[in-house]
């Protein structure tokens, strides 16, 4: 697997989801994606950045340009020093927030990606990285 | 240029507080330093004519006076007060946060505002100050010449005078921006709101943009009020315009529609494209019921049809 392209964005304020809801829309229609597979990844990020900044007290996106044999893909990781979340099953359940959230934001990104992943540690801070592949 | 800048003016705090504590451990410094008295006042007065001169050519030299936003006799009136200002300010003395300097702060103020006005960047904003430096210390020297000490001690003076002007007008200039950006976003707030009236007892409203939470209060709020003004049936909330929906803006727009239902008028949501159906279906957010359609003319014809409209043709199109 070959890394092609990588970049990072602060995502600290609100005005920064947009900033970077855009910038993954930017390398979504570099990659050639289908619209509906463009529309997934940007909501997908607009969740998690959105999570990074309320919950996660602002933190950074890395967007990666990934080669492996013939697919290409993208790959996104949120990384804040937050507070972590101590029930993760909960955190991962349909319909359960923290605050006053539909509580679907985690739950639906990983619905709207190809790979999920997430680790987090209570005092440490939080990291999520999804992947679509074309 | 900005960093430079608080760089300086940072060494500069730094020396001042080796000063003060050089001064503290010896009298002999203090003393003499209280003797002698600022001759910048002085210097300023007695030069005006050939310090403004030289001031327009510096300004000329970077590039300020062949701009075409600010015509030469604009620049040559400009400094022209400034030095009227700054020495009538100098020889009253004091610190620049002192009466004596207001007029000539204000008049900064004002000409940083110009500035923003006629669209110069904060740096070229901040050089109509820093190019007095170089004809004020070249007059510092040649009445100075034979006098090192009182050359260091003016010098100094004058640097610390320029840079306290200087973070006035970038002060200025930062203001007058944040100002003007505040407005725009006022502005914004209600250009973002047009409720129209698509029929009798049809209301619309065409969402454009990024749903943040105090834009979305606002939209909502102005709907709602319109749909009390008008006895308004059906609401029609277009989101063609949106261009990611995801679950902060599903909430947003599933408590307008809950709204909307209480008062007793019914709902309706366009501008659903395909793309953005799959998504919502994917992030698994449940509409409860909101009727959606894909574009606004589907539900202007849907909601006519609820109301017992029936729109007929009454001659063929050629
Ligand atoms: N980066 C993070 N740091 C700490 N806690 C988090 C983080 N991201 C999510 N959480 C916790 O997980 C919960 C569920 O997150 P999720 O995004 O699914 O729902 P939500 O943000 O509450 O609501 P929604 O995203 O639907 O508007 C949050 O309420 C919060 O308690
Ligand atoms: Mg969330």
Redesign the interface.
């Given at each position: 697997m070959a890394l092609v392209k990588s970049e990072e964005l602060p995502v600290r304020l609100?005005q920064d989801v947009?900033v970077a809801?855009q910038a993954v829309?930017r390398l979504a229609v570099e990659l050639k994606f289908s619209?509906?597979d463009?529309?997934?990844m940007?909501?997908a990020a607009?969740?998690l950045a959105?999570n990074t900044v309320v919950y996660g007290g602002g933190g950074t996106m890395r967007c990666e340009v990934l080669i492996d044999g013939g697919k290409s893909g993208l790959r996104m990781t949120f990384e804040d020093q937050g507070p972590g979340i101590p029930d993760m099953t909960l955190a991962m359940k349909?319909g359960w927030t923290s605050g006053s959230?539909?509580g679907?934001?985690l739950?639906?990104?990983k619905?709207?990606v190809n790979d999920f992943d997430i680790v987090s540690e209570v005092g440490k801070g939080t990291r999520v990285t999804i992947t679509r592949w074309k | 240029m900005l960093h430079a800048l608080i760089m300086r003016v940072h060494t500069a705090i730094q020396l001042i507080q080796s000063r003060v504590s050089l001064a503290k451990s010896s009298a002999r410094v203090t003393r003499e330093q209280t003797c002698r008295k600022s001759r910048i006042a002085e210097i300023l007065k007695a030069h005006q004519d050939d310090l403004a001169a030289e001031w327009v050519k510096n300004l000329q030299a970077t590039g300020t006076g062949k701009d075409s936003r600010i015509s030469e006799s604009q620049l040559r009136e400009q400094t022209k007060e400034f030095l009227v200002l700054l020495s009538e300010a100098a020889a009253a003395g004091g610190d620049v946060h002192s009466q004596a300097w207001n007029a000539t702060v204000d008049f900064l103020e004002d000409v940083s505002r110009s500035r923003v006005q006629q669209g110069f960047t904060s740096e070229e904003t901040a050089r109509f100050i820093f190019s007095f430096k170089q004809p004020l210390f070249a007059r510092l020297r040649a009445e100075l010449a034979k006098d090192h000490e009182a050359f260091a001690e003016e010098t100094w003076a004058a640097t610390e005078l320029l840079d306290k002007m200087g973070l006035i007008t970038i002060a200025a200039f930062q203001k007058t921006r944040e100002d003007l950006i505040n407005r725009q976003q006022q502005e914004m707030l209600e250009l973002s709101t047009p409720v129209v009236k698509m029929w009798d007892g049809i209301l619309a409203l065409p969402m454009i943009g990024t749903l943040d939470s105090a834009r979305t209060q606002i939209v909502m709020e102005s709907l709602l009020q319109r749909i009390v003004d008008t006895g308004a049936e059906l609401a029609i909330i277009d989101i063609t315009g949106v261009p990611t929906v995801d679950t902060l803006v599903a909430q947003h727009l599933l408590k307008t529609v809950t709204a909307i239902r209480l008062m007793g008028a019914d709902c309706i949501i366009s501008g659903v494209r395909p793309q953005i159906a799959q998504t919502i279906v994917h992030l698994g957010v449940d509409l409860q019921g909101v009727t959606t359609k894909a574009n606004l003319a589907d539900a202007l014809s849907l909601a006519l049809k609820k109301l017992g409209f029936a729109v007929t043709r009454t001659k063929a199109a050629n």
């Open positions: 609100e947009v809801r829309r619209l509906v463009q529309t997934k940007v909501t607009s969740e959105r349909d959230g539909l679907m934001g739950s639906g990104a619905r709207l | -």
